[in-house]
């Protein structure tokens, strides 16, 4: 984690172990709820190893938002910057090694370090960015090149999501993604 923030902003060493110290790893299993809806999330989430995704309910009907894998944040944006409930789930699709970070710690520190505070509008302007072309992409591609820009973005994906979510994501049916996959392949 401390890797990756490093590369959206610069950080001086005493910055790196300041923020290390908040820093805390756990294994957890296919499934695990990091985040459930109308709770109030309190984290940063980075995803060592594995895989997760923040999903909402429409319908009676889940859609996956947003997907992360290996060396990927996941957060449940709105409601960790706001602090107020969260309309999305964050789940785990494989078996992770997951860090996390208590993001009202960060915010004390980024009082203290002007590099962190940086780092905290970086972070801000990268979920604003991923957000925008989320909504390009839904606006402008066809579900078949939604579907190729995520399998360059994710190499064997749908080796490691369920089909399902994938659909979900894509805002398409999971016969509609068998078709595009058979297409494609």
């Not at 499934?31 to 309910?57: A, C, M, P, T």
Request: hydrophobic share 35%.
């Amino acid at each position: 984690m401390l890797e990756t923030l490093s590369l959206l902003s610069p950080l001086s060493k005493e910055s790196q172990e300041q923020l290390a110290e908040l820093i805390t790893e756990y294994q957890y299993p296919k499934g695990h709820v990091l985040l459930n809806l109308w709770q109030i999330d309190r984290e940063v989430h980075f995803i060592v190893k594995g895989s997760g995704r923040v999903y909402y309910l429409r319908n009676g009907q889940d859609i996956t938002d947003y997907i992360a894998m290996d060396g990927q944040i996941l957060g449940g944006v709105e409601s960790l910057f706001t602090q107020t409930p969260s309309n999305k789930a964050m789940e785990l699709t494989e078996d992770s090694i997951v860090q996390s970070l208590n993001y009202q710690a960060f915010l004390k520190l980024c009082k203290k370090y002007p590099d962190l505070e940086t780092l905290r509008a970086e972070i801000a302007i990268f979920a604003f960015l991923e957000c925008q072309k989320r909504i390009e992409s839904i606006r402008f591609l066809s579900a078949s090149e939604r579907y190729q820009e995520l399998e360059k973005k994710y190499p064997g994906i749908s080796n490691r999501i369920a089909l399902k979510h994938i659909a979900s994501y894509l805002g398409t049916t999971q016969v509609s993604l068998s078709r595009i996959r058979s297409g494609i392949q």
